[in-house]
């Protein structure tokens, strides 16, 4: 089974910038598009942002041009740069794969940004 534990949420002003880090305990080499995806208080969840096995990115309208998602290979890592961030940011964040037909999810790490 695979194990994902996301790091790097915290408290951020807005306009700042914070990078969050989802760790694999499998080779990435062997899964498939690793996904971003945030829920914020009283909404559904939504997928932020998805990078394939190949390295195509695709990112939910919203963040488009200011978050950036990359695919570390060797660190067996997946890592969410997220810029100019904004209140609206705000939420859980939790990194996601589907191994086998089965969606595998870490625990979520909080990103608040203040006004």
């Known amino acids: 089974q695979v194990q994902l534990v996301e790091s790097g949420g915290g408290l951020v002003q807005a306009g700042g910038s914070r990078r969050l880090s989802c760790k694999s305990s499998?080779?990435?080499?062997?899964?498939?598009?690793m996904n971003w995806y945030r829920q914020a208080p009283g909404k559904q969840r939504e997928l932020v942002a998805r990078?394939?096995?190949?390295?195509?990115?695709d990112y939910a309208d919203s963040v488009k041009g200011r978050f950036t998602i990359s695919r570390e290979n060797v660190k067996n890592s997946v890592d969410l740069q997220m810029n100019s961030l904004k209140p609206e940011d705000t939420a859980v964040y939790s990194c996601n794969v589907v191994v086998v037909g089965k969606n595998c999810w870490g625990q979520g790490t909080q990103v608040t940004v203040s006004s």
């Open positions: 990078v394939t096995t190949g390295g195509t990115t």
């Open positions: 499998v080779s990435l080499f062997s899964l498939s598009a």
